[in-house]
């Protein structure tokens, strides 16, 4: 049975792959389909284009928060508990969402974790002495193995994860999406093309990342881009900064003449400008967590190869 649910300003809502419409509403009306609750803004706007008119999409998470670090208000915990269908990512990213997700489950809410649904790739190369089990969230799913979240980053993998998403829609909720699902694979087919092509500009011997922490591996292996540090060694930007690593992570900067540090939501405030002081390095702010202001996936990871094009194409 489709249950109904008040929704006030949980979060921007309706989200998409092309032009957003984002809103709150009063607070005093029922909707009148079924509602997707999902947890981080950049998979909404894909499960937004991918429902359409048949379903609501509501965001739980705030544009641009860090999902590692992200507890949620009473409303947001209500709004999970009322949803028709829950889609999440997985793996720990959403540590502090993990007991209301698991009670919405117990009391029937289906839910989709992306993660279930895809290739994953294994993080913590970067981690010093292998802490990278250490620095995981506790709870259920958390960086499993150290298996990377951060799937968001690659559209190819988004691509898998929503193709497994149009089926379970369907069943769940009572809809049609498979139209939607069949224009949404060929449109992300036609963004990682554009990526690829907007990336072909930077060098061979240019083609070197340093990140806040290790959300960049999915697009670095899609992309021949080669992460050669982190300022926070861990899958999780909640890990604390290592003295070991920074050492090691200035010498690596400077001896294999990396120029950009990119830095992004979550890496503890100063830490990137004092290793670019230090190195000669600048740092470039890129919004791994952030959808733009047409809410839409493919300005989002369009705009991330672009910045990284940018700042690493041209000597």
Not at 6 to 18: P, Q, R, S, Y
Not at 144 to 150: Q, R, T
Not at 229 to 241: I, R
Request: charged share 25%.
């Amino acid at each position: 049975m489709i249950k109904r649910v008040v929704v006030g300003c949980v979060a921007a809502a309706v989200i998409g792959l092309g032009l957003a419409a984002a809103g709150c509403g009063s607070g005093d009306d029922e909707t009148s389909g079924p509602v997707i609750v999902v947890t981080t803004p950049v998979l909404g706007a894909l499960v937004s284009d991918l429902a359409g008119d048949a379903a609501e999409v509501v965001v739980v998470m705030p544009n641009g928060v860090d999902p590692h670090d992200f507890q949620p208000s009473a409303k947001e915990i209500e709004a999970l508990g009322d949803a028709d269908l829950i889609v999440e990512n997985g793996l720990g990213l959403e540590s502090g969402l993990v007991d209301a997700i698991g009670n919405a489950r117990d009391d029937g809410t289906p839910v989709f974790t992306a993660t279930d649904h895809v290739a994953l790739r294994e993080g913590g190369a970067h981690a010093d002495d292998g802490q990278e089990g250490e620095e995981s969230h506790e709870g259920e799913g958390a960086h499993a193995d150290g298996d990377d979240p951060h799937i968001w980053m690659d559209p190819i993998t988004m691509r898998a994860a929503m193709a497994a998403l149009a089926p379970v829609a369907e069943r769940e909720l009572g809809v049609e999406v498979s139209e939607r699902a069949e224009a949404l694979d060929a449109r992300l087919e036609a963004v990682d093309a554009e990526v690829r092509d907007t990336l072909a500009v930077i060098p061979a011997d240019r083609r070197r990342v340093v990140s806040g922490h290790e959300s960049m591996g999915y697009f670095a292996e899609r992309y021949d881009l080669e992460i050669v540090g982190v300022l926070v060694p861990s899958l999780s930007s909640q890990a604390q900064v290592s003295a070991a690593n920074l050492a090691e992570l200035r010498e690596r900067i400077e001896t294999e003449g990396v120029e950009v540090i990119f830095d992004e939501a979550g890496t503890p405030s100063g830490v990137a400008d004092a290793i670019a002081r230090e190195t000669g390095a600048r740092v470039v702010e890129l919004g791994t967590h952030t959808l733009p202001d047409d809410g839409s996936y493919a300005t989002f990871i369009t705009g991330i190869a672009d910045a990284i094009a940018q700042a690493q194409g041209a000597r």
